[in-house]
């Protein structure tokens, strides 16, 4: 039977999808994920939301599609941005596209052996992600960072490794400035 085809409209100030399901990521979410550990407890005390995701998502089949805008807020753990929490496709060679809709920031990726790469993100990127390669996104502004990313309906997301070893590249201010700079505490 074919299914229903159908539109919605994204807010593109709030990043928010009627009808969609909404995930909500707060700090305390995200333990051992910043660097920083005692500016973590610290802000912990607010337990701030980090992010938020909207979800459209379809039966886990191949060759269909989901899609999800995230509300990445403003704010820093130390000299360390907010971002999202990163994972691997768990079909990991499922790739992925990614629009930013309203704020600044970019994307972190990665592959199996640790080759990163930065992609500044502004409203109108579209950035893709190809199979394989693990993604993170950082806000480095201070209004959130709002994108639409779409993905296989069958990808599935692989967080353990990212979790465990975190990214090669970590996006931090210093000197008020956005630098991408070697994560210390990584190792294949
Ligand atoms: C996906 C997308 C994207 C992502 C969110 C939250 O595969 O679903 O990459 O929707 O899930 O931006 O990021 P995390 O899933 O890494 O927490
Ligand atoms: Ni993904």
Same mark, same amino acid.
């Not at 971002?83 to 079909?91: I, V």
């Not at 199996?112 to 502004?122: D, N, T």
């Not at 993604?135 to 639409?148: K, Q, S």
């Given at each position: 039977?074919?299914?229903?085809?159908?539109?919605?409209?994204?807010?593109?100030?709030? #990043?928010?999808?009627?009808? =969609? +399901?909404?995930?909500?990521?707060?700090?305390?979410?995200? /333990?051992?994920?910043?660097?920083?550990?005692?500016?973590?407890?610290?802000?912990?005390?607010?337990?701030? $939301?980090?992010?938020? %995701?909207?979800?459209?998502?379809?039966?886990?089949?191949?060759?269909?599609? +989901?899609?999800?805008?995230? %509300?990445?807020?403003?704010?820093?753990?130390?000299?360390?941005?907010?971002?999202?929490?990163? @994972?691997? @496709?768990?079909? =990991? *060679? &499922?790739?992925?596209?990614?629009?930013?809709?309203?704020? &600044?920031?970019?994307?972190?990726?990665?592959?199996?052996? #640790?080759?990163?790469?930065?992609?500044?993100?502004?409203?109108?990127? %579209?950035?893709?992600?190809?199979?394989?390669?693990? @993604? /993170?996104?950082?806000?480095?502004?201070?209004?959130?960072?709002?994108?639409?990313?779409?993905?296989?309906?069958? =990808?599935? @997301? *692989?967080?353990?490794?990212?979790?465990?070893?975190?990214?090669?590249? $970590?996006? $931090?201010?210093?000197?008020?400035?956005?630098? %991408?700079? *070697?994560?210390? &505490?990584?190792?294949?």
């Amino acid at each position: 039977d074919y299914k229903t085809p159908f539109g919605v409209k994204i807010d593109l100030e709030t #990043g928010v999808i009627p009808g =969609a +399901n909404k995930l909500v990521r707060r700090l305390s979410d995200m /333990r051992g994920y910043f660097l920083d550990e005692k500016a973590y407890e610290e802000l912990l005390k607010e337990d701030p $939301i980090v992010y938020e %995701v909207y979800a459209i998502e379809q039966e886990e089949k191949e060759g269909d599609l +989901n899609f999800a805008t995230t %509300v990445l807020y403003p704010g820093k753990v130390g000299k360390e941005f907010f971002f999202t929490k990163g @994972h691997y @496709h768990a079909k =990991a *060679d &499922r790739a992925e596209i990614y629009c930013g809709i309203k704020g &600044r920031g970019g994307m972190l990726l990665q592959t199996p052996e #640790g080759e990163a790469k930065w992609i500044p993100m502004e409203p109108g990127t %579209v950035v893709y992600v190809p199979p394989y390669w693990a @993604h /993170r996104t950082v806000n480095t502004g201070n209004e959130p960072f709002i994108f639409l990313a779409i993905y296989p309906a069958d =990808a599935g @997301h *692989d967080y353990g490794s990212i979790k465990e070893k975190g990214f090669s590249k $970590i996006v $931090i201010e210093e000197d008020g400035e956005v630098k %991408v700079v *070697d994560n210390p &505490r990584w190792k294949l």
